[in-house]
């Protein structure tokens, strides 16, 4: 709630003082999306300047609520959102004041040089290239894992920084589950055929032009805001959550297989909807965001894959695509579903199917838990990882740049983040489960009534912000928390039934 409406007058006083931060927040939003679509190559340096700037007054401001926040937390009587809102500031706070600014600043600085030197290292395929700056960050992450604290094993400092209250006992439940469970539906479903492995659409080129209508059609068939909401281009493709009136994606476009384009558009969407259905009591405030990335990825894995690769959206998004794209008109709508839903061993994540994403997630997930844990040493990760590649995936990569090299998180330090992508697709589960194992899905589709969904969602997650941790969030929705089953029945389910 915006500040002067807390029942509690600390409460108050921390919400109008965090409207600073706010402000902050939201100006370095609009420097970072300007950043990424429109501005000049040579803008940069001054970018970062300015950026670095505003991020040390929003540590400052945060830190400066830390005697208020004591005295809050030790208030009776505080409702849900109250709790909330204290609960997610303290998370801020203990961030900003556990790892000392030394090492925030080596974090920086070794990490902007490994980035440059990863981009190196992956064109040339050079791991021994890459490898003493992957050490300098390892180690490095061990410190920061330490300052963070933890009670069992030093990678939940860095999970809990992703996901609050994910642990190494999580992933683990969750990933013996996921690996063999996988593994079996991936070897049926090759056997099978049914899913074929390549499609020839995907070597098919387009029009941009035409394109970009199709992915405006996708927009309004979502019911996308557009008086709160746009969509730009940028190399990698992002939802930004400027505020809840002003949330914006963006697309690109490759010219051949034309999938690729349509479902970032749908994933990234989904991630807008979560934004722009927060709830407007929660404005300004700590909670005023999403319940975690894992939730957030749940929602927009949910409208990519269990939504827009179903066979019910092939029938809803076809009239489109013929009218715009005419080498669709060739195939049926039963043809596209199966080019939606190509299934292959492959060995890059971000091209990787649904079904096999996870696979890749573990991979990391065991890498990275040993190298933190000390029972792996940098130098082996390439033979780990190729050995774990091949256990799981069935495929071995040739090379470093198709293996280990492939992805910038680490060079970023970002190591604990990877297992939120499956986390997404865990909970993407139980909500299909919820939907009577997708059935409102097909139903709200088979209507033409998006706006179902749309209102599910937000009575069921959006609307509570982060006023609930999200394994708090996952037990009153489902009454159980992060449940690989229901996802490995959904895939079972789509797949081999
Ligand atoms: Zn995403």
Redesign the pocket.
Known sequence: MPAGLAKNAVVDEILRRYKVVWALDHSMAVLGWDMETHMPEGGAVARGAASGQLAMMVQKATIDLSPLLGKAEKLRDLDDEDRGILRVLRREVDMFTKIPPELVEEREKITTEATVVWRRARKNSDYKMFEPHLKKIVGLTRKISDCLGYTKHPYDALLNVYEEGFTVRDADRIFSRLVPGSKRILGKVIASGVYPPKHPLESVKYDTQAMTRVNDGILQILQMPMNRFRMDLSTHPF?IGIAPDDVRITTRYEGVDFKSTLFSTI??SG?ALYELQLPDKLRFTPAGNAASLGF??SQ??FWENVVGRSKEFTKVVNPILKKNLPFVNKYSPEQLYFYFNTVRRSLIRVDADELTYNLHIALRYELEKKIIAGEASVSELPSMWNDTCEDYLGIRPRNNAEGILQDIHWSGGSLGYFPTYSL?NVILGMIWHKLGDGELVRESLGRGDIMKLRRWLQASIHRYGAVYSPKVLQTRLFGEWYNPDRLMDYYATKYIA
């Open positions: 939802t994933h990234e991630h957030h990825e927009s894995r997404g």
